[in-house]
């Protein structure tokens, strides 16, 4: 499986983006996939994740309620739509896949379930 995601660029505070990762190989449909994010100077942290079902795993705390992750299995796509971006949302954004399937909703908050990863996107949110 490999991802590619895309869609990121420079906007304003307040503005928004909707970022897509593409991937090749059908399995990735039955995997979970996640979105997280790196910013300079920081560690990795864990934005979304969405199931192979279309159900929806989780937010970060930070992101809940102008952020939402979406996917279209027929496109093999994963979505992330930001609204309302604040600076402090300026990161790489990465795209993953992990296809361990767990009921615990707090099992794929953590990288290191995600067995495939995608280059990241930069998101730049300026003031």
């Known amino acids: 499986v490999q991802l590619q995601a895309s869609g990121g660029g420079l906007v304003q505070a307040g503005g928004s983006l909707r970022l897509s990762c593409a991937a090749s190989?059908?399995?990735?449909?039955?995997?979970?996939a996640g979105w997280f994010r790196q910013a300079p100077g920081k560690e990795r942290e864990f934005v979304a994740a969405?199931?192979?079902?279309?159900?929806?795993?989780g937010y970060a705390d930070s992101v809940k309620g102008r952020f939402t992750i979406s996917r279209d299995n027929a496109k093999n796509t994963v979505y992330l739509q930001m609204n309302n971006l604040k600076p402090e949302d300026t990161a790489v954004y990465s795209c993953?896949?992990?296809?361990?399937?767990?009921?615990?909703?707090?099992?794929?908050?953590?990288?290191?379930?995600?067995?495939?990863w995608g280059q990241g996107t930069l998101v730049t949110v300026s003031s």
């Open positions: 993953a896949g992990a296809a361990y399937v767990s009921s615990s909703p707090t099992y794929y908050r953590e990288g290191q379930r995600y067995t495939y």
């Open positions: 190989g059908r399995t990735f449909r039955s995997y979970v």
């Open positions: 969405i199931s192979g079902s279309v159900v929806t795993i």
